[in-house]
């Protein structure tokens, strides 16, 4: 009986979950030190093995101010090639995958414009078999273009998107932005199928057409490709969470041609770690993880491990350990350039010192270790908020468009980035009476599910509570991730203390002032759906003040953190 197996390696630089072994040396020069981590076990190689990247959003340098995921892009890239060097050396196959989201999030993605200008060419350094686009990818239509003219072609066929396409304004075609799938064989034999698929993204810009992935397999081109060839496996990478339906139904699809072929997915999207059995002979695995699985022909196993991102972790798995043996030119070279972007573009630079941390999830909402609390109760009042308001503020925003913590300290540009890439603007609506107030937020968090359709999914982040406390515990374990999946408990390659996660609402707001009559300032993203409530609830259309202010929800953070930060 054959028998093979696949191990994924998932790096996710965005999604948390790090730990770390022993003193590492920092990646970039002003990452904080890696702190101790508990002992490590090798992976299980398989025949056919993946590493797996998601979700990056321009995190190239790593986590600068958490030293268990302080591993940069050059680290990973050394990890990468010393990883295919071994498994030449155990003559097993290894995949390098990413199923996208490279753009917005941090400085390095986002401060070119379009977006990706810097962090996109770094990103063809890394050796990947094969990739697919995210929602990320195609919100701007410049973007778009970039990732269509500049990005996809240096992955000739492996770039895989079978259900996302672009007009091309020379010809008025719509024509797919990558290939729908490929076939290829390993090093060491595996044959592969694979696809990749983004989930139902509807706020594309109008340049990009996604189909669903029903209307996909209907096509001849799916049925044509799963039965043009003998793959020993097929592998399904998705921009779509793991237990999102479109997995459910591509499976089924597959399914109907190969009854018990072994499927390895890889999925995106929701920044958790999970992983999922399907059947016998599909398992998937999410975000910055590793899976590993084994399988036979008529009998598959699966097994999954999720790595943090650090160097210590690296070099433990890629070269037992031997750090000597670690490092590459190009991988040096990588870290280098990351410090110099990063410097001339003034992403470094300290603007103020945070007196403490705030968080994302980690904190109820509602209490001051909140970054929900900091925005409103300071940040809104004393940056957004103008002294000539009519009346007192009820301020609005949809939770989705914070999308990271605020750690004790120095807080620079890139942490704005980090904090609140979208640069929504603020709108203000005037003199709208209390009783009306007092019912949008309850109405919006009901309707607020909608909002996610946008990707900006309240995360699974799980981060160090207290960066205190975080090296107080080196010794013993290491705050972050503490993974239940389908396979059980065992999946963090680090063990970790877990850490308090909180479910955000849709929409956050400061309390309802007791004024009579009150100015609703909120950011732009929600206008339309506010001001259709607001018609429902008072039956008249309201004069929106737009923009009301000239800092955004990302600028507003450099006035308050050099203002009210500053040493
Ligand atoms: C593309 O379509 C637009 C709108 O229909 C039209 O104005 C333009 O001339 C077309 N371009 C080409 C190259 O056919
Ligand atoms: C496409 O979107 C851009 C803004 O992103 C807008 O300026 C343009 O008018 C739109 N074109 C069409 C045909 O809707
Ligand atoms: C399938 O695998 C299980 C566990 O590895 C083993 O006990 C069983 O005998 C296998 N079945 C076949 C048909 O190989
Ligand atoms: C580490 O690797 C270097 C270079 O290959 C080698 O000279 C050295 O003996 C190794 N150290 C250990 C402890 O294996
Ligand atoms: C290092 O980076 C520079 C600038 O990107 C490039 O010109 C040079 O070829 C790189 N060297 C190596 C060994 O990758
Ligand atoms: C934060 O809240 C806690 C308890 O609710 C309180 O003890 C503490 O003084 C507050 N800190 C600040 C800075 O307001
Ligand atoms: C409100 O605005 C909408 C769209 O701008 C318009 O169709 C409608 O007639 C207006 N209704 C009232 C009551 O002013
Ligand atoms: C923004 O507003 C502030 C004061 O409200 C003003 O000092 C600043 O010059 C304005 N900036 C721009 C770009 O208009």
């Not at 509807?202 to 669903?212: A, D, F, P």
């Not at 999207?269 to 590793?290: F, L, M, N, Q």
């Not at 940056?383 to 009820?394: F, G, H, R, S, T």
Request: hydrophobic share 35%; glycine share 6%; proline share 5%.
């Amino acid at each position: 009986m054959r028998v093979l197996c696949i191990a994924t390696f998932v790096i996710a630089f965005n999604s948390v979950g790090c730990h770390v072994i022993g003193l590492g040396k920092r990646q970039q020069d002003d990452a904080i030190a890696t702190p101790g981590i508990s002992e490590l076990r090798p992976l299980p190689w398989g025949k056919v093995n993946f590493i797996h990247t998601t979700d990056t959003h321009g995190w190239l340098e790593g986590h600068l101010l958490e030293g268990a995921y302080n591993g940069d892009l050059g680290d990973f890239y050394s990890f990468t090639m010393r990883m295919k060097q071994k498994a030449r050396h155990l003559q097993r196959d290894l995949f390098i995958v990413d199923t996208g989201d490279t753009h917005d999030g941090n400085g390095l993605s986002d401060v070119t414009s379009p977006r990706g200008k810097l962090s996109q060419p770094l990103l063809t350094h890394i050796p990947y078999d094969i990739l697919t686009i995210g929602n990320h990818e195609l919100y701007v239509n410049d973007v778009t273009q970039d990732v269509v003219e500049n990005f996809r072609p240096h992955w000739k066929d492996r770039y895989l998107t079978s259900n996302v396409y672009f007009k091309d304004l020379n010809n008025n075609r719509t024509v797919s932005i990558g290939e729908k799938y490929t076939y290829f064989e390993g090093e060491f034999g595996t044959r592969v199928l694979a696809y990749g698929f983004l989930f139902d993204f509807r706020s594309h810009g109008n340049r990009s057409v996604v189909e669903t992935v029903r209307h996909e397999i209907e096509q001849d081109w799916f049925l044509d490709s799963l039965t043009a060839h003998e793959p020993d496996i097929i592998t399904l990478i998705g921009h779509i969470g793991l237990r999102f339906n479109e997995f459910y139904i591509l499976i089924d699809a597959i399914r109907n041609v190969y009854p018990t072929i072994p499927i390895a997915i890889l999925g995106g999207h929701t920044h958790i770690r999970d992983s999922v059995k399907y059947d016998p002979w599909a398992a998937g695995i999410e975000s910055g993880r590793y899976f590993e699985t084994d399988f036979s022909k008529d009998n598959v196993t699966f097994a999954r491990r999720y790595l943090d991102q650090n160097r210590q972790t690296y070099i433990y798995h890629s070269v037992d350990n031997n750090e000597t043996e670690f490092d590459t030119e190009v991988g040096r070279n990588i870290t280098n350039t990351i410090f110099d972007l990063r410097k001339e573009n003034s992403l470094s630079t300290i603007l103020g010192y945070a007196p403490q941390d705030y968080y994302l999830t980690a904190a109820d909402p509602k209490t001051n270790s909140s970054v929900f609390h900091l925005i409103m109760q300071e940040v809104l009042p004393k940056i957004v908020a103008k002294e000539d308001l009519k009346n007192p503020p009820y301020f609005l925003l949809n939770s989705g468009g914070v999308r990271y913590d605020v750690y004790k300290g120095a807080f620079s540009k890139d942490n704005m980035y980090q904090l609140s890439p979208f640069e929504d603007e603020f709108f203000c609506i005037e003199n709208v009476p209390r009783e009306i107030v007092l019912r949008l937020l309850p109405i919006l968090n009901k309707e607020g599910e909608a909002l996610k359709k946008r990707g900006v999914w309240p995360y699974n982040e799980r981060v160090p509570q207290d960066q205190q406390a975080y090296l107080h515990q080196q010794e013993v374990r290491t705050p972050g991730y503490a993974t239940t999946d389908d396979f059980g408990t065992d999946g963090d390659d680090t063990v970790h203390v877990p850490i308090p996660y909180f479910d955000l609402p849709a929409f956050v707001a400061n309390d309802v002032p007791s004024t009579a009559f009150i100015d609703i300032i909120y950011a732009d993203f929600i206008d339309s759906q506010l001001q259709d409530l607001l018609f429902q609830l008072s039956h008249k259309n309201w004069t929106v003040i737009k923009p009301y202010g000239n800092v955004t929800s990302s600028t507003m953070w450099v006035d308050f953190a050099s203002k009210y930060w500053s040493p």
